[in-house]
Antibody, heavy 120, light 110 residues
Framework: QLQLQQSGPGLVKPSETLSLTCHVS??????????WGWIRQPPGKGLEWIGN???????YLNPSLKSRVTISVDTSKNQFSLKVRSVTAADTAMYYC????????????WGQGTPVTVSS | QSALTQPPSASGSPGQSVTISCTGT?????????VSWYQHHPGKAPKLIIY???QRPSGVPDRFSGSKSGNTASLTVSGLQAEDEADFYC??????????FGGGTKLTVL
């Protein structure tokens, strides 16, 4: 059974970099059938797509976040990561990693979520 | 890119049907069939309930159904049950490997 296990700090200072990792177990991350993505939900708001990654390294990012976001993969550890630079209070959110079916573009498996607060 | 438009709330009594709309544009919902719906209970990860406009993943009851007309996709929940109370989000492929989510609809079972 596929599992996505998220890890990373829950508190980040303003102007610093938010870093989260999603470890995939039960299936290889190196597959042509799926992308691997990040989604977030600010408090009291809806879901926001952050971006997707293909195991070969290609990334596709939300234009509104593109200048500050990096998504990368480590196939040897079967995991992928998110970095958001120069964070502000507006980046405070629950962050989810998820598997995205690459043809029909739906997220079928999700991580447990990581609450991240940006505060000094 | 703007978020897809959903009504903030919807409600119905047990056994009734409720429909939640998701309005986009001719560049996303109107153009592609890659529309999906997610059920989100507080404190849990979102759960896929509809993909490719009308398809249900294994294990999702057939009380949940999806459709589309023009730039608006819809999710219908029939035979409402107490456990259906949750937030629902639509999502659509928007071209160039990008995705949009709706703002979410809080479904209340009266």
């Amino acid at each position: 059974q596929l599992q996505l296990q998220q890890s990373g700090p829950g508190l980040v200072k303003p102007s610093e970099t938010l870093s989260l990792t999603c470890h995939v177990s039960g299936d290889p991350i190196s597959t042509n059938k799926y992308y691997w993505g990040w989604i977030r939900q600010p408090p009291g708001k809806g879901l926001e797509w952050i971006g997707n990654l293909f195991y070969g390294g290609s990334t596709y990012l939300n234009p509104s976040l593109k200048s500050r976001v990096t998504i990368s993969v480590d196939t040897s550890k079967n995991q992928f990561s998110l970095k958001v630079r120069s964070v502000t209070a507006a980046d405070t959110a629950m962050y989810y990693c998820a598997r995205l079916e690459s043809w029909q573009y739906y997220f079928d498996f999700w991580g447990q979520g990581t609450p991240v607060t940006v505060s000094s | 890119q703007s978020a897809l438009t959903q009504p903030p709330s919807a409600s119905g009594s047990p056994g009734q049907s409720v429909t939640i709309s998701c309005t986009g544009t001719s560049s996303d919902v109107g153009r592609y069939s890659s529309v999906s719906w997610y059920q989100h209970h507080p404190g849990k990860a979102p759960k896929l309930i509809i993909y490719e406009l009308t398809q249900r993943p294994s294990g999702v009851p057939d009380r949940f159904s999806g459709s589309k007309s023009g730039n608006t996709a819809s999710l219908t929940v029939s035979g409402l049950q107490a456990e259906d109370e949750a937030d629902f989000y639509c999502s659509s492929y928007a071209g160039n490997n990008t995705l949009l989510f709706g703002g979410g609809t809080k479904l209340t079972v009266l």
